[in-house]
């Protein structure tokens, strides 16, 4: 555990009933780095971040941000804090205009405090600030699209909406929730420059994703869950090659076939 | 398919919004006395309306009942708002009238203070008392929250008769009254004038995104680092103040203060009332309670039946116009149709 880990997360385990969904997991990770998490269905990945963000309360373990603990703190003071997440089910507040949407994580104690996108001065017009932010994430400022009513949004910028979320809070950290599920391939095209530009602003990322090969783009470690517990870590070539990791994930066969 | 071809309608209707809407949504408009007029002569109707009502009234009789539609209006906006605004449905409505009603009597009998002083009191101390006794309820949501909202005022009124506080059965006797009649009704008329349009001004403030935020999606609001049960307490606060201030404004105008006051009643019209009104409008409810509760007093000549007449009209209004009578009315108002060919 060196001093650059921004966020370590302890022997985690959490049981729903008699499942255990989660089973002493550890791992942490680097400030500013892109952090994977892969994994088959119902192997834990969702409940994690639910635990980590406070969502959901852990059965035993800890989480350390910068050091100090926050686990089972609130979801809306661990969001305070700078530890953001995304939801893989897309909850944006459908009955609001997209922009009107962000007015309200603007309203947090957070970004009041942090002054706003992009540091320094008043927050000024929030309704202002929510369009830069969109427009950072890749709404057409110039279009109809930031104005429209969130419920006729298509899922890719709902997707795009959920991340801008996270950035109106001026996050230290995200937890994505596989922003590439349900895109297609010229979306996430245009989504993985966005994930580069959100690490080179020193913002770390927790990925959760199923395509594999976008996510091996941006990520330089990778740990994978499987029923609960962690079978192994290291950067995404190694990871891949690991006998374990083809078994439980892929099946049997060649990895590099389906990647 | 080749069937559905030939039957297929050969126009449909087309809704268009008004250009004076398109134009006039969140701006100001003072271009011309044509586009202000839109604006502004919907809300001038009401408001004379409203004011007028008192001298059209024929008798006492009559003019005692636009104080109750006033008590149910103000009911039925906080149901409105709670409902609509923040996505907690509330059976509170007696549990509001009776704590507000029995703060304004104690006041006025114990300490002698005058109806001036103690309805606001009551209304800053009735909204406390409910919102803290609400506390441990505000994480629940639909049914559940409704359930405890239904519970208190039940449970208030069985614990007052059992111990016999607060004068028991017979309630406190003796409240002061309004100077005279005019005050009492053109108070309770500025009041809910001033509630549906201080709401209005509310719900697209940014406090109101936050709370229909947390009506559309309370785990999101938590991820954006806002806390629901905060911002749940303040929507209850406001809700039950307007409760609170009906309540005691009803112990001044009966100059009595009892456990009739605790009436399910409270409850369920200003629910009535916001069905045939149109929920999520505000305005709706204040025009259902101006219909609901004077037919409430015609059919009181059938005796027994009068609840049968008004089921039926209940029953109807829901299945023929479940939406309300604002939201149709305002669709027709900022839209026009037109049958265009397919």
Redesign the interface.
Known sequence: MSEEDILQVIDVSKAFGGVQALLNVSFSVQKGEVFGIIGPNGSGKTTLINCI?G?IKMNSGRVLYKGKEISNK???QI??LGV??T?QIM??????PAY?NL???L?????RRTGGWRGGGKLGD?ETVSIDILEEIGFERDSFVPYKLASSLPTGYLKRLELA??L??RPDVILCDEVFSGLSMSEIASMVPLIEKLQMDGITLIMIEHRLRELFRVASRVMVLNFGQKLTEGIPEEVMQDERVREAYLGSEKASDYI | MAANLTERPERRKERIDRGIKVRTEGIYAVSSLQEVSYLILPRLVLIAGLLILPLLMPNLYWNSVISTVGIYALLALGFDFLAHYVGLVSLGGAFFIGVGGYTAAILNKSLGLPPALTIPMATLGGAIICTLLLLPALPLRGVYFAIVTLMYPLALKEIIVALNVLGGTDGILGVASFPNRWVEQYLILFIVIFALFGLRRLVNEDIGLVFRGVKDNDQAVRASGLSITLYKAIAVFIASGLGSLAGAYLSHKHMWSGISQFALDFSVIPIAATVIGGGGTLVGPVLGCLFLVPISEFLRAFGPLRIVFYSVILMAFIMFRSEGVMVYAQRKYHQFQRWVKV
Do not use: M, W
């Not at chain 1, 309203?107 to 970004?111: C, F, G, I």
């Open positions: 963000t969502f609130a979801p809306n969001a305070n953001t997440r939801f909850r944006p507040y459908y009955s609001l009107k007015v309200i994580p309203l947090s104690p957070r970004a929030r979320r996270c109106a809070l």
